[in-house]
């Protein structure tokens, strides 16, 4: 991932960090759980994706970051909503298990 994209992520996701709603942040949707949210950035013709939960009180899980590659238009491929998936998976039983007794 090119460093000026990274750049603009990183800053945007330290907001979140903060409990601020990035510019440009959006839900993910396409399928995709209510709690996803995206953001997007185009650099040198391509486009790429931060995929992040924000549905815990105490954390902030980046679920997936990629370049995306569609030959269907402006949908995500099917392979990159399946990591999200997962990974949100992943993101809800690591917080049960390391933050469930400090709600």
Do not use: C, W
């Not at 399928?31 to 105490?58: H, Q, W």
């Not at 099917?78 to 998936?85: E, F, N, Q, W, Y």
């Not at 997962?86 to 709600?103: G, I, S």
């Amino acid at each position: 991932m090119p460093a000026p994209v990274q750049d603009v992520f990183g800053a945007a996701l330290l907001d979140v960090q903060y409990g601020d709603h990035p510019d440009g942040a959006k839900p993910f949707g396409e399928g995709v759980p209510r709690g996803v949210m995206k953001l997007v950035e185009d650099f040198d013709r391509d486009t790429y994706r931060a995929a992040y939960t924000i549905s815990f009180p105490n954390a902030v899980y980046v679920l997936h970051v990629f370049k995306k590659k569609s030959a269907s238009g402006l949908a995500t491929p099917k392979p990159d909503k399946d990591t999200i998936r997962a990974r949100l998976k992943a993101a809800e039983d690591h917080y049960r298990r390391t933050y469930a007794q400090e709600d």
